[in-house]
């Protein structure tokens, strides 16, 4: 299945991916979210906050990319497509800033995700295919 | 609950849905593309519902504007991440590449604070 940009989606390409790079993916995301919940305990939930951005997932998976592919260039690749979703995050975060005591969280949170997909598939489609 | 379940809590969703994303960006090429699902905000949606769930949508507001920051921080780690992973390899540069992330948050979360 291809969408804009080259963009293809290939449900096949799990059979290839590493039992291993999920769990470590998962280990590395429950560290992250334990981390801002203790700082969050112990500083406020602005400190707290700061950490819900920590880039331990992302270093952890351009590590794990770079062990399998056997080169850098799809790490270089994976961290420029990081980029695109960094910003995206910048949109998550304003979103719920603005929206947390307007609307109910759970709809303030999914308009947030929303905010974060039309960002970084927006910029993708702008600058991710130069 | 106890303090403790609550930390559970959020360590286990944060990972589930991390794992999420890691899968979607497995099954998208380009590698560009796939990229953008190594920065979705996973550990936020997760850690943003178990502090609603635990404590309200009060604290929300504070840690979206902490978000802010660390977001900004994250566009700089990643900006700074490409340059040094492709010099120093994924391990070594993403880990360098953190000390941007701390000075660039820490600045941040000291305006917002």
Sequence with gaps: ??????????????????????????????????????????????????????????????????????????????????????????????????????????????????????IAGGLYQAFGTR | MSQVWWIVGRGLLGGLLVMVFAVIGEMVTPKRFAGVFAAAPAVAIAGMTVTVLHEGRLPLAGSALGMIAGSVALVSYCAVAVPLVRRLGAFAGSLAALVVWGAVAGAGWALVA
């Design chain 1, 1 to 118: 299945m291809s969408a804009g940009g080259g963009i293809r989606f290939q449900p096949a390409k799990l059979r290839e991916t590493p039992l291993r790079g999920l769990v470590v993916r998962f280990a590395f995301g429950a560290f992250v979210s334990v981390v801002a919940g203790v700082v969050g305990e112990l500083w406020g939930p602005v400190a707290g906050g700061v950490f819900l951005a920590f880039p331990a997932i992302l270093a952890a998976t351009l590590t794990l990319l770079e062990e399998e592919e056997h080169r850098r260039d799809p790490a270089v690749q994976d961290a420029r497509g990081a980029v695109l979703g960094a910003t995206g995050m910048i949109a998550f975060a304003v979103c719920a800033w603005a929206l947390a005591l307007r609307l109910p969280a759970p709809l303030g949170l999914g308009l947030a995700t929303v905010a974060w997909a039309a």
